[in-house]
């Protein structure tokens, strides 16, 4: 049986960072080791089926490769500040096709008189807060989603990591029709939820991928990571970098099973890899990191 199982994870965030967290910098190493034997030591003791860490950092993979752990890799498409000056900086950079067709994108995308706000910190009010949470709602509920933060959830943040929130919204003839929620982390623009109410043609690229681009511009912010999927965030900008996730089961002969499928499915990630790096939008030839 699968579950019950444990897992070390932020809820519903599919951002990569520390999961296995010390205070004592000089021994983390060692701290980290010994609290991973205790955790097997509890799957073990209460026969879950496995232990597993999603998104960690880069940092920590040597630690669980020691410990017999599975890694398994996964893709995402994030954006990075080569030290740009404005968004048509940005662009220069990138082939001369890739940038007409981002060109073309931003003009459409605000035809119908849509126009595009941000707001953080004290800018954001009370109304924002309730058009957004109208936008969540209704995207989360198409195509049999479910939408698992309620409205006291969005109330909740604006109260009390304001300053964190960047949020990006259209207009239309004075009625709010779509928008995105990002967070700031230390140098990173996390973008996390977009919902609309009026389906308008690249308004969701817009928002969600060209203004945050913009945004971190302004801001002298290294990195934007627009969320989970997407290989068409590629041609926009964004490019491919390997998430990590690390599993240990408690079964041997489900184990083994598992390890010769994520081989397989480890030599065809990095076949996409390659293939991404190939469709580049950018002048020069960005790698992986």
């Not at 924002?128 to 936008?135: C, G, L, P, R, T």
């Not at 140098?187 to 009026?198: K, S």
Request: charge should be positive; hydrophobic fraction near 35%; charged fraction near 25%.
């Amino acid at each position: 049986n699968y579950y019950p199982k444990l897992l070390v994870a932020i809820p519903f965030t599919p951002v990569s960072g520390p999961r296995l967290l010390v205070r004592d910098k000089e021994n983390s190493d060692l701290l980290k080791n010994i609290m991973i034997e205790h955790i097997i030591e509890i799957v073990k003791q209460n026969n879950f089926s496995s232990a597993h860490f999603n998104f960690t950092s880069n940092k920590d993979n040597e630690i669980f490769l020691n410990k017999s752990f599975l890694s398994r890799i996964g893709i995402q498409f994030h954006w990075s500040n080569d030290n740009y000056v404005d968004f048509n900086d940005f662009l220069l950079h990138l082939s001369s096709r890739k940038r007409k067709s981002i060109i073309k994108e931003r003009k459409n995308s605000l035809k119908g008189e849509v126009e595009i706000y941000t707001f953080t910190g004290k800018d954001i009010i009370q109304e924002h807060i309730e058009a957004f949470y109208k936008f969540y709602i209704d995207t989360s509920s198409k195509k049999w989603g479910i939408p698992y933060l309620n409205h006291n959830f969005f109330k909740l943040v604006n109260e009390k990591i304001k300053n964190k929130i960047v949020l990006i919204m259209a207009k239309k003839k004075e009625e709010w029709v779509a928008g995105a929620m990002n967070f700031l982390g230390n140098n990173t623009l996390y973008g996390r939820y977009w919902g609309c109410l009026e389906e308008h043609k690249f308004l969701h690229f817009e928002i969600c991928y060209y203004q945050a681009i913009d945004f971190a511009i302004k801001n002298k912010i290294k990195n934007v990571e627009a969320g989970a999927q997407g290989p068409h965030k590629l041609s926009r900008g964004y490019l491919p970098k390997k998430t990590y996730s690390w599993h240990w089961l408690n079964n041997t002969s489900f184990s083994d099973a598992i390890k010769n499928f994520l081989i397989d499915e480890k030599q065809s990630i990095h076949q996409s890899l390659d293939y991404f790096n190939s469709l580049s939008p950018y002048k020069r030839n960005n790698k992986i990191t």
